[in-house]
């Protein structure tokens, strides 16, 4: 059973494959437990050869468009029932906490940093808001039945964990195309000329990163 932890950090799953960049690649850490040192937006593996891809505060590190590519590409890596596991964090508790009247200025401030990211190096930004509701909607778009959703707090952050498992659905390469183009669509302000230009541009982006990683 071969299961993946990507973007580890320093922490060491066991029972996973832990990856990551090296110690130098990063800012604040100070040490590496990676079992493999990669760039996970260049991993590629054999179709039906990994039982979970599990990620923790990383996936909103990539942009809308890569973030479906990669997703629907680690569904391609995934053997029958295979799950996937991400935590990020919650976006619609962490505006409430910025909105709350009551809140001190430090808990507004830290929820900030939470939706938008620490900004200590280029990579350390978030790009997009999740919450249990697009995430659901994001996971089933996707070929995913969603098992779990848990909703966490820690201090004054809060964050939300989705467990979904592949379902029989057949996704091709082409159909992923079709399931991205929708979805992207729904970031659309109406049907200009300007933002049809923008979805062009989107869906290169998805294409460039579903063909580095599609299952071989």
Known sequence: MTKLHLGCGEIYLSGYINIDFPSNNHTVQTKSVADKYADITKLKFKKNSINEVRLHHVFEHFARAQAIALLLSWRSWLAKDGLVRIEVPDFNRCAKAVLNPFSKSRQKNVALRHIFGSQEQFWAIHFDGYSKNNLKELFNDCGFEVLKINETKYKDIYNVEIIAQKN???????????IATKYLKTYLIDDSQ????????????????INQTWAK
Do not use: G, H, M, S
Not at 168 to 178: D, E, P, Q, S, V
Not at 203 to 208: H, I, N, P, V, W
């Open 168 to 178: 029989n659905k057949k996704i091709t390469k082409t159909a992923a195309i079709r």
């Open 194 to 209: 300007t933002e049809a230009r923008l979805l062009i541009i989107w869906l290169k982006d998805f294409k460039k990163q």
